[in-house]
């Protein structure tokens, strides 16, 4: 694997010659790095830490009574070539004030989004994850490929392959490693060494490529801090 903020050469040198030299990490990325799919992004502090925080306009929350609902575009993205490799960032989530009985805290990570706007996507719904419905429990956490393939019609083709339960909870940080490598991606959380989550069949398949980026969908305030982006050799 090789962290793109890493300076490859110099650091293999040093190791030749006995020599530990630091290396500095590449920034936080700023909200300007970002680009937003009907969103805004600021930086802003939570639970003690400074982080970014992520809305989405309470005019497009979807109403139930009116329209399906599904998976959407909403998200801040870096405009990065990922194909295969890590993707760590640590992610909160609350829900809004006005928030629709239906919203779940959803929060996630977007990957390979593409220039007509197709990307995959592993997310949480933490509200499920302490609810006193187990059906709901088990749906703690989702895969979706955007837009062909979304909740609804992957919870009616494959029962129970592309979600799952994970012990997670609003209003506290929760750490999300995505491993991708062609069709396969698993998610680890909070350090765990057994993944969460395993996908074997990635919906837009193995040479989709493209950015990376932090999801969420209707009465979701989500925040997030410490992205980083490796590729894979």
């Known amino acids: 694997m090789k962290i793109l903020s ?3 050469l110099a650091t293999f040198a040093s190791a030749l010659l006995g020599v530990i ?3 500095a990490a590449k920034p936080e990325p700023r909200p300007g790095d970002f680009r937003l799919s009907r969103v805004s992004l600021q930086q802003s502090t939570y639970r003690g830490q400074a982080a970014f925080e992520l809305k989405m306009p309470s005019s497009a929350y ?3 009574a009116k329209e399906k609902l599904s998976d959407r575009n909403f998200m801040a993205w870096l405009p990065v070539d990922f194909q295969n490799g890590e993707i760590d960032v640590e992610v909160a989530s609350e829900l809004a004030q006005d928030a629709p009985d239906y919203a779940r805290g959803f929060v996630g990570l977007t990957f390979r989004i593409d220039n007509e706007g197709r990307f995959e996507s592993i997310y949480l719904r933490p509200t499920n994850s ?3 419905d187990q059906v709901r429990r088990n749906h703690s956490i989702q895969y979706v490929a955007y837009p062909d393939f979304r909740f609804d019609r992957l919870r009616k083709e494959f029962p129970e392959k592309y979600e799952t339960y994970a012990d997670i909870a609003t ?3 929760i750490h999300m490693r995505l491993v991708v490598e062609g069709n396969h991606a698993s998610l680890y959380l909070d350090g765990k060494l057994q993944p969460a989550l395993l996908v074997s069949d990635l919906k837009l398949g ?4 493209g950015g990376v980026g932090v999801w969420l969908e209707s009465g979701t305030i989500a925040h997030f801090r410490n992205l980083r982006i490796t ?3």
């Open 171 to 173: 209003g506290r940080w």
């Open 6 to 8: 890493i300076c490859g």
């Open 21 to 23: 030299v630091p290396v």
């Open 206 to 209: 193995p040479n989709q490529r």
């Open 231 to 233: 590729h894979a050799r």
């Open 62 to 64: 979807q109403d139930p």
């Open 130 to 132: 302490v609810a006193s």
